[in-house]
């Protein structure tokens, strides 16, 4: 059997587990809702508006750097398990690499995006 | 007496049975989940009041004394009583999102655990991309936290999802690049390859120096901020964010993000032991002791910095990552690369 048959099994057992103990919370919880207690928690007072806001945050320029830098390191993981046979062009080669993806970062840096406010 | 090989045991007499190989497997595996499930949900109760004895001593009080021997009995009290309350779903909230956030954080958690090894051979399946599966499969987690900051329908709620997610963001690409010098030395990304790399004391990675240490700092910072401990716990803060993401939720729903928290504290301190302490390796003692203490030992680490350490500023705490961390790995991973390719630890 594949392997990352595990990963499936484990997908499937995991879920049915969290969905059972609910069930059983289920069996022996009460339930009493009524309109106030359903309200959205808003330091005790009435909730205004929707909690679905617009607000400024700077959520994006950190998600976009991350990008980056993730898909940097998917390919530096291959890079360093067969590092043993590349020898030393290899290792100027993604040191090229990282210094020009790290000029990125600094670019940012320098330009204040880096900043959360 | 090591317990591979009461499992070994078990698989054998099942294959002996006369079933066909597929179920098994199949049978096998599941076997293991529910096990993996039972260890977790143990070491979690254990961690909750470890932490809570920890914290207490720390600040010279007793914490939990009356339940059993020295409280130890407190977390199995809180369990029950968390089952035994009402679970509020307040009327606004995007039901199936609200519904699945503590489900994907549990099971995101739960995942990693297929790759790492608790003893020798102690491994559900030994995937020849090991590290990196795990690595993936906990960032699963951002996915829960935005999940449950937007379906909550609340400011908290929504604030406190978005700044873990921003926080778990940054310190991912700090942890990824610490580990990879530590693949690129063992040569291969599977678990119990690298821990075999490090058979004796003196190869262990953490002590390679320069870059050994320098990458387990790196990591055990990073995972702290991972976990959203203190004194990276700004989106839980309680004072201003009244606990953030999770503040509309109750009942075993509340319970799951509460496990998922401890197992991934849990999950960091393993990789880290697996990674630079050796993992199972060590005399006398069966592996699977060594490995739970190693690991321990870091858990009290964590809780440590937890009582001792200030909680940071939200922008210092970007700031600590991007213009911090991030070029100190990649220059630890650099010298790892010189190092390497001039054979200096041939060991």
Redesign the interface.
Known sequence: ?N?????L???F???G???F??F???L??????Y?A??????CAEP?IG????Q?N???YI??L??VV??VE?IF??PW??A??QL??YA?IE??IF?VIL?FG?FYA?KKGV???? | MELANIFKYLYQSLANSGLP??WV??IA??A???I??GVLAVIALFLVWWERKVSAHIQQRFGPMRTGWHGVLQTIADAIKL???????????DRPVFYWA??IA??AA??A??AIPFGKGLI?????IGI??IIAITTFTIISLLMAG?G????????GG?RS??QV??Y??PM??SI??I??FA???SMVEIVEAQAKIYQWFIFRVPFGPIAFIIYIIAGTAETNRTPFDLPEAEQEL?AGFN??YS???F??FFLAEFVNMFTVCAIATTLFLGGWQGPFLPSWVWFLGKTLVLVFLLMWFRWTYPRLR??Q???FS??FL??LS?AN??IA??M??SKWFNW
């Open positions: 059997m392997e990352y048959a595990a990963v099994i484990f997908l057992v995991g879920i587990v969290v969905l103990t609910f059983l919370a289920r022996v919880r009460p339930s009493n809702p309109k207690k359903n309200q959205n928690y808003e909730p929707s909690g679905w806001i607000f945050n700077r959520f950190f998600a750097i991350f830098f993730d390191a530096l993981f360093a398990v590092f043993g020898g030393l290792l993604m040191i990282i790290l970062l840096w880096l900043k959360w406010v | 190989q597929v497997d199949i595996l599941v293991a989940g529910l993996v499930f089952i035994q309350k009402e679970d509020i779903t307040p009327t606004n909230v503590p489900i549990f099971v739960f995942l655990y297929i559900v399946s030994d995937l020849n990196l599966f937007w909550s329908n609340n400011k908290y709620a929504l604030l978005m997610a921003a963001v940054s991912e690409v990824v690049v990879l010098p693949i690129l040569g291969t990304l009244v503040v509309e009942g075993m729903k319970a799951m939200v922008d705490l970007m700031e991007w213009k991030v070029p990649f991973l650099i690369g010189f390497k390719h």
